[in-house]
């Protein structure tokens, strides 16, 4: 990786704050691409993990102007493997509704409309710097 634009003034947390956003513009890549490739439209994205500040998400929600919701649990590889087997017991007809055993979830991030002119052109200039980089 690297850092466009850095100057003397940069301060630890402006740093800490870009490294957030150029992964969320790499998330926004890689939603579209699912989306051009599936022919359908990504509602919402689920993030979980012990990363998934309230920050970071609605980074993730402003970039990728999609809602963005953080499951009740952070356990999530435990609760997959408890849905598979549950699926495999037979005591789950389909996948589709597991996730109505998982229950509300703990916060939804929505995009905010203010950020959205700011981040559609980072977008862009994300995209022209990655395939600069990739030429070097």
Not at 39 to 48: A, D, P, S, W
Not at 65 to 75: A, D, F, S, Y
């Amino acid at each position: 990786g690297s850092f466009f634009g850095l100057g003397l003034d940069a301060k630890p947390g402006s740093l800490a704050r870009a490294v957030l956003e150029g992964i969320a513009f790499i998330l926004r890549r890689h939603v579209a691409d699912h989306e051009r490739l599936l022919g359908t439209e990504v509602k919402e994205l689920r993030v979980f993990g012990g990363g998934a500040s309230d920050v970071w998400l609605q980074i993730i929600a402003d970039v990728t102007r999609k809602k963005v919701i953080r499951p009740r649990t952070n356990e999530t590889a435990c609760l997959g493997a408890a849905m598979l087997a549950a699926k495999g017991a037979g005591l789950l007809e389909d996948l589709y509704d597991a996730p109505e055993l998982v229950g509300a979830p703990s916060a939804v991030f929505t995009p905010n409309p203010a950020t959205e002119a700011v981040y559609a052109e980072g977008a862009e200039r994300f995209s022209a710097l990655c395939g600069f980089v990739d030429t070097m």
